[in-house]
């Protein structure tokens, strides 16, 4: 099985060394079709209703928590979350990128005390955006498709949607997590199934606890919250395609540093 999947990651690798050329990376469209408005309207209100009574309050009280500690375990899941944005540095054949995540993982992960700590950055490595299968689709020039909202994972589009199928597929932390394989190589009883799902869950409730008030601040002034945040998402995934600032003609989502699929 794992043969399998080096396999396909190998396959992967060289057709995005071919095609990935730069008029596939041509401006992204910050638009995109509303194939399912009524139904994603109806999952935005449910995804509130979740957020008010369980989300929100678990990241105010995680938000008590001393700031050193909230400090290292952001840094911890954003270094093994940098894993994922290696694999797709790799299929974009963005390899300058990868250097960089590589260097940090390594330094972070060795002098940053398993990446409690961020040495890398005053060592020159800088910390950049987070990739993940959605961007590497449309930087190879998939479309986005439709856009609606998922219950609990809230905006994506069809193509990020297929991201979250391939992110399975190249996340090394799924893998080492998944795969009863690995057992025999790195003692994968460390390391199994719920561990992901207690890293993922962190990294939720960080990025929430840091958009507290600029969430509420967009619901309160926005006439129409659930068209503020569609538009907020895809302005922002256009840009991480192309991996360029939010130009200024946008709403300023300097508070939203995050906001990707977690």
Request: hydrophobic letters at 35%; proline letters at 3%.
């Amino acid at each position: 099985m794992i043969l399998k999947r080096i396999k396909v990651l190998i396959c992967l690798m060289a057709f995005s060394l071919i095609i990935c050329t730069p008029q596939l990376m041509a401006d992204e469209d910050y638009k995109a079709k509303e194939c399912f408005e009524k139904f994603s309207r109806g999952t935005f209100k449910f995804n509130q209703g979740l957020d008010k009574a369980i989300f929100k309050p678990v990241a105010k009280g995680y938000r008590a928590l001393p700031v050193p500690i909230r400090s290292g375990t952001s840094n911890f899941v954003s270094n093994l979350r940098s894993l994922l944005t290696l694999s797709n540095n790799v299929l974009q054949g963005d390899f300058k990128g990868a250097g960089n995540t590589a260097g940090r993982f390594a330094i972070n992960s060795t002098v940053g005390i398993l990446g409690f700590l961020d040495p890398a950055s005053k060592m020159g490595f800088e910390k950049r955006g987070k990739e993940d299968f959605g961007q590497t689709l449309g930087v190879w020039g998939a479309e986005s498709g439709c856009y609606f909202v998922l219950p609990i994972l809230g905006p994506t589009t069809t193509r990020d949607a297929l991201g979250l199928v391939g992110n399975v597929f190249v996340d090394p932390v799924y893998q080492i997590t998944h795969n009863s394989e690995t057992d025999m190589v790195i003692g994968n009883e460390n390391f199994s199934e719920h561990n992901y799902y207690y890293y993922k869950g962190t990294d939720a409730v960080d990025f929430r606890s840091k958009n507290i008030e600029s969430i509420d601040s967009i619901e309160k002034n926005s006439i129409d919250f659930y068209a503020s945040v569609k538009s907020l998402y895809l302005q922002n995934r256009a840009q991480k395609i192309i991996n360029s600032p939010l130009s200024e003609k946008t709403q300023n989502d300097s508070d939203w540093e995050e906001i990707d699929n977690q």
